[in-house]
């Protein structure tokens, strides 16, 4: 896949990284991708999003849910090479696209998956079964 692109020179495949070195290498990313074929959750999207690192994720799972396609980053098709090209070069060679694609992400991060948001959302929960007892 690094090879199909014009970015060949600007990828690089680390093998594994320690966690406190993970935060910095995100923020200093052009582009987050994740090429899971499975995905219950999409942690890493969420991460990514929040470091404010566009994502290009296979559109499976936990990952469609969290990502919304062309607003909060771009899903591809999964064990699509090409695909996975496209959404990448998409992110890389439009700028104000890959602004956009952060702002909005970093805000959907914000509201819906925050701790005080998800604070809310449970004392919402709380107060819905306090109110049935």
């Known amino acids: 896949l690094a090879r199909s692109t014009s970015f060949e020179d600007k990828i690089r495949f680390l093998g594994f990284i ?12 052009d582009v987050l991708v994740i090429p899971s074929v499975y995905e219950p959750f999409g942690i890493v999207a969420l991460e990514g999003m929040a470091a404010g690192v566009p994502v290009v994720a296979a559109n499976v799972g936990g990952l469609s849910e969290i990502i919304e396609h062309d607003r909060t980053g771009v899903l591809v098709y999964p064990r699509n090479s090409e695909s996975i090209a496209w959404g990448v070069s998409r992110v890389l060679l439009d700028s104000g696209y890959s ?20 604070a809310q959302r449970t004392i ?10």
């Open 99 to 118: 602004r956009w694609l952060v702002q909005n992400a970093k805000r959907r991060v914000q509201e819906e998956y925050s701790w005080e948001a998800i």
């Open 18 to 29: 320690s966690d406190s070195d993970l935060t910095e290498l995100t923020i200093s990313s």
């Open 124 to 133: 919402g929960v709380y107060e819905e079964v306090y109110k049935k007892l």
